[in-house]
């Protein structure tokens, strides 16, 4: 795991108001915890507001050693803002990508990520791996063209096809990565291999 991940959804259902302290305090929380990247969101589209956090938030990153990048809606609404926060060198994440010309529009803003939120493409009907494979095609033709990270994983099948597309992170919360980290497969493999090691035992003695 590189880092950790939030909205202002998620800060609310944490029981946390979504203020400036707040994300000042999730930079801490995510250095004492030895991880090194933390994403997140504004809560506005105010290019004044953006660069007001912004003023806080990259000093703050940088004193801790945690790598920041700033989560924005991909709409239309917010492109001020993303300006704004460009215009700043800092690192973006347009989130909530939903079709290729939102894909080409944030290429052409010159964002780092674009996070398409794969389990709500699917449960609306969307051809979701053509739309992936779109985003990794633009990510390969460039090192300067945003990268695909994939959020709304509901399935551990689901992660190993943005896998194998070539998906360049992905969110997952953390009972997803505990709940996956075993599997029933193994689990009765290695109960076999236990079984046998004492059958093999007793055979010798």
């Not at 302290?21 to 507001?49: C, F, K, W």
């Amino acid at each position: 795991m590189q880092g950790v991940t939030t909205n202002p959804t998620l800060v609310h259902q944490a029981g946390l108001p979504v203020s400036l302290n707040t994300y000042l305090g999730l930079i801490a929380a995510v250095a004492d915890h030895g991880l090194r990247e933390l994403m997140v969101q504004l809560p506005d589209n105010s290019p004044s507001q953006a660069r007001e956090w912004l003023r806080a938030l990259q000093p703050a990153a940088a004193t801790r050693g945690v790598v920041l990048t700033i989560k924005l809606p991909c709409a239309p609404e917010w492109e001020a803002c993303i300006d704004a926060v460009r215009a700043e060198q800092q690192a973006i994440l347009l989130t909530g990508l939903s079709n290729a010309v939102q894909l080409l529009w944030a290429r052409h803003k010159g964002v780092q990520y674009v996070a398409p939120y794969v389990g709500r493409l699917a449960n609306d009907g969307r051809n979701v791996w053509a739309l992936m494979e779109a985003c990794v095609a633009v990510q390969s033709a460039s090192p300067q063209a945003p990268r695909l990270l994939a959020a709304s994983i509901k399935t551990p099948e689901v992660l190993a096809q943005l896998l194998a597309v070539g998906a360049a992170a992905v969110t997952l919360p953390p009972a997803s990565l505990a709940a996956w980290c075993t599997d029933p497969l193994t689990e009765a493999a290695v109960q076999q291999f236990a079984r046998d090691t004492q059958a093999s035992l007793a055979a010798a003695g």
